[in-house]
């Protein structure tokens, strides 16, 4: 997937459930097969508490109440040629379900409560468990904040998910 007319605005949740975090694992590209938070694009006239909402709804069959922002990731990735190939801006929010029974839909093929150690193993998105990791200790020192991820132009073989043999995260 590309998006050399703009950038891509994306959410996420992160909820949890005890020392288990909710993963889905994604049906279609980019990073088809690999276990990530659930989420999606922004639609044209949705608040970002909106997009967290309905994505989790479609992806997993739960409702959420949103909290603060977590992470904030902004993904560049640039074809060979040094050309943008890919810009996504993605937002990922704490959340809250009051059931913890959610169900694979629209475009997880799977969904499961993982701890920390468990998601070091899994074939995941470009560096989940880090920041995942990141983002619990922040949550855990106190007022709110967030974790700020600038990724751009990582050089082929020196990508984390490249070293445990996972996909490329932009193709």
Known sequence: MSSPGGIVVGVGAIVTRGDRILLVRRGHPPMQ????????????????????????????????????????????????????????????????????????????????????????HLPTTANLARYLEEALRARAQGPAGCLVVSEQDVPAGERDEEKRGDPDPTA
């Open 33 to 120: 097969g690999a276990w990530s938070i659930p989420g999606g694009r922004v639609e044209i006239g949705e608040t970002l508490t909106e997009a967290v909402r309905r994505e989790l709804r479609e992806e997993c069959g739960l409702a959420v109440a949103v909290g603060d922002v977590a992470i904030i990731l902004n993904r560049i990735s640039r074809g060979p040629d040094g050309r943008v190939a890919a810009h996504y801006l993605i937002i990922d929010f704490w959340a809250s379900a009051d059931v913890a029974e959610a169900r694979a839909a629209s475009d997880a093929t799977e969904v499961g409560w993982f701890t920390l150690e468990e998601i070091r």
